[in-house]
C-alpha cells in the first residue's frame, strides 16, 4: 500500500525555520571561533532575524494553515511575528557591547530560541502548540537570566524565574488537560462549536489556563515573580523579557479568549475586568515607592500589562488591534529605556538606583533626551506613541461600554506621571555629582536609541500607518 505524505505549505513556517537553522549555526559556530572571530556571532544572529522578518512579507493577508490549525500565516500572526523579531533585534543591539571578552554564541542563541518559542505562541490555533511555544520560550528565558553566572543577583533570579515559571506551566498545562477531557479537542476553532462549553470541568480549565498566561503577562497576582527577576537579570535581557514574552502571552491571551472563546466571554470577562484594574493599580503604586530604576520598571511594565488587559476586556477588532499597536509601542519604549540605562553603564556611570541619574541629563545631552523622550512616552504624553496608544485603548474599552473601566485607566495613567517624570527632573534638575566621563558608547547601542526614538517620536506623529495594519490583523484571523 503506498504511503501518502500530505502536502505541506512551508510558507506558513519559513520565519521559524529561519530563526531555528540561525540558532543552531549561532551555536555551533561558537566553539570553533577564537574570541576575536566571536565578534561575528551577533552580526549572524540580526542577519537571521531581518531573513525570518523578510519571510514573514508574503504571508500577509495569505490566511494560510497547516496541520489543522496548528500553524498559522494569518495577519494577526504576521504582525505579533514582527513585534517579536524588532524587539529580539534591538536586543541584540543593546547586547553587542564593547568587550575584550564577547558574549558567547550561546547567549544569542538562546535569545533566538526564545523568538522562535514567541513566534509559534502566537501562530497557533492549538493549546498544545501554544504550550510548546511557551515551553520553548521560557526555557532559554530561565538560562539567560541567570546568564551572569558570577553574580549571585543574577542566579537568583533564575532560580526564582524556573520555580515560578514551572509552577505556572502545571496550572496551565492542567488546564489545557481538563478543556481536552471535557470537549475531547485542543484547537481552538473545534472548541468554539463544542456542546461542552458550559460544563464546570471546562470552566475549571479555562480558569487554569488564565492563570498560567497571566504569569506570562505579569498580571496580579500572578506578577509577584517580575521585580527581583528583572533587577537581577543582565539588562539587555531584562529588556528583551519586558518586551517580547509579554508580547507573546497576549499573542495566546488574544488568541484563546477573543477568537477562540469569544462565544464564550460573559464567563470569564467579570473576572478580566479585575485582573486589568488590579494590575494597573498595584503595578503604579508600587512603582512609585521604587529607588532602583529595573525595580521601577518591572512594576511600570506590571501597570502596562494591565492597560492591555483592557484591550482583551473590550474585545472585538478595535480591541485586537489596539493591543497590537500598543504591544509594539511598548517593546520601544521599554527596550529604549534599557539602553539607555546601558550606555550610562558603558560610559561607567553608576546606573542603579535613582540618585545616580543626578544631572545626567546636563552631563550627557543626548542620553538625557533619550531617556526623556522614553519616560515622557511610558507615562502617556504627546506627541509620543506611548499616548497615541493609550488613547486606542481607552477609545476601545468606551466604545464597547466600558467607561469605567477606561476611567480607571485613564486615573493610573495619571498616577504614572510622577514616577517617570521624577527621572527627568532628577536628571536636568539636579546638580552632577561627578564629571563628565569621556567614553564612547558602542555603535550598535547608538543605532538601538536612534530606532527606538525615531519610532516612538514617528509613531506619534504619524500613527495612521501602523494602526491600520494593526486594524487590519483582525481580518483572516483564524476566526
Not at 498566561?213 to 515573580?225: D, I, N, Q, S, T
Not at 488574544?254 to 466571554?265: A, D
Request: aromatic share 12%; charged share 10%; glycine share 10%.
Amino acid at each position: 500500500m503506498p504511503i501518502t505524505i500530505p502536502s505541506i505549505d512551508f510558507r506558513v513556517i519559513m520565519p521559524e525555520i529561519v530563526i531555528t537553522l540561525f540558532a543552531c549555526l549561532v551555536m555551533l559556530l561558537e566553539p570553533f571561533l577564537s574570541n576575536q572571530r566571536k565578534r561575528i556571532l551577533p552580526h549572524l544572529s540580526w542577519v537571521g532575524v531581518l531573513i525570518a522578518a523578510y519571510f514573514c512579507l508574503p504571508l500577509w493577508n495569505s490566511n494560510l494553515s497547516v496541520w489543522n490549525g496548528q500553524a498559522l500565516g494569518d495577519n494577526l500572526a504576521v504582525i505579533f511575528k514582527f513585534i517579536f523579531l524588532v524587539g529580539t533585534l534591538l536586543t541584540i543591539l543593546i547586547s553587542h557591547l564593547k568587550s575584550s571578552q564577547p558574549l558567547g554564541g550561546e547567549y544569542y542563541s538562546l535569545i533566538l530560541f526564545s523568538t522562535l518559542g514567541m513566534m509559534i505562541m502566537g501562530s497557533s490555533s492549538d493549546l498544545i502548540v501554544i504550550f510548546l511555544g511557551l515551553e520553548v520560550m521560557s526555557i532559554a528565558l530561565y538560562v539567560l537570566a541567570g546568564f551572569n553566572r558570577t553574580d549571585l543577583k543574577s542566579n537568583e533570579s533564575a532560580m526564582k524565574y524556573f520555580l515560578m515559571g514551572a509552577f505556572s506551566t502545571g496550572f496551565l498545562l492542567y488546564g489545557i488537560a481538563l478543556i481536552y477531557g471535557t470537549t475531547g479537542s485542543t484547537n481552538l476553532n473545534s472548541l468554539v462549536n463544542s456542546a461542552y462549553l458550559t460544563e464546570p470541568l471546562f470552566i475549571t480549565g479555562l480558569g487554569l489556563l488564565l492563570v498560567g498566561l497571566g504569569f506570562k503577562v505579569a498580571a496580579v497576582p500572578f506578577h509577584m515573580w517580575v521585580p527581583d527577576v528583572y533587577e537581577g537579570a543582565p539588562t539587555p535581557i531584562t529588556a528583551f523579557m519586558a518586551a517580547g514574552p509579554k508580547a507573546a502571552g497576549f499573542a495566546a491571551l488574544l488568541r484563546v479568549f477573543l477568537i477562540g472563546l469569544g462565544p464564550l466571554s460573559p464567563t470569564w470577562i467579570t473576572i478580566l475586568w479585575i485582573l486589568a484594574v488590579l494590575t494597573m493599580t498595584l503595578g503604579n503604586v508600587f512603582a512609585i515607592a521604587q529607588m532602583n530604576i529595573k525595580r521601577m520598571l518591572a512594576y511600570s511594565s506590571i501597570a502596562h500589562a494591565g492597560y492591555i488587559l483592557i484591550t482583551v476586556v473590550a474585545g472585538g477588532d478595535v480591541g485586537v488591534s489596539s493591543a497590537v499597536f500598543y504591544l509594539l509601542v511598548y517593546s520601544l519604549m521599554t527596550i529604549g529605556s534599557f539602553a539607555v540605562i546601558i550606555a550610562l553603564g558603558e560610559k561607567g556611570e553608576k546606573n542603579e538606583e535613582l540618585p545616580d541619574y543626578r544631572g545626567l541629563g546636563l552631563k550627557y545631552p543626548l542620553l538625557g533626551v533619550f531617556m526623556a523622550v522614553f519616560m515622557v512616552s511610558l507615562s502617556g504624553i504627546p506627541p509620543t506613541a506611548g499616548f497615541v496608544g493609550k488613547f486606542y485603548i481607552f477609545s476601545a474599552a468606551v466604545k464597547n461600554g466600558y467607561l469605567g473601566l477606561a476611567i480607571i485607566g485613564v486615573l493610573n495613567s495619571l498616577v504614572s506621571v510622577y514616577y517617570y517624570l521624577r527621572i527627568v527632573v532628577i536628571m536636568f534638575m539636579q546638580e552632577a555629582p561627578s564629571p563628565v566621563i569621556i567614553r564612547q558608547v558602542s555603535w550598535s547601542l547608538q543605532i538601538a536609541l536612534w530606532l527606538t526614538t525615531i519610532g516612538i517620536l514617528g509613531l506619534g506623529i504619524f500613527p495612521d500607518f501602523l494602526f491600520e495594519i494593526s486594524k487590519q490583523s483582525f481580518i483572516f484571523s483564524g476566526r
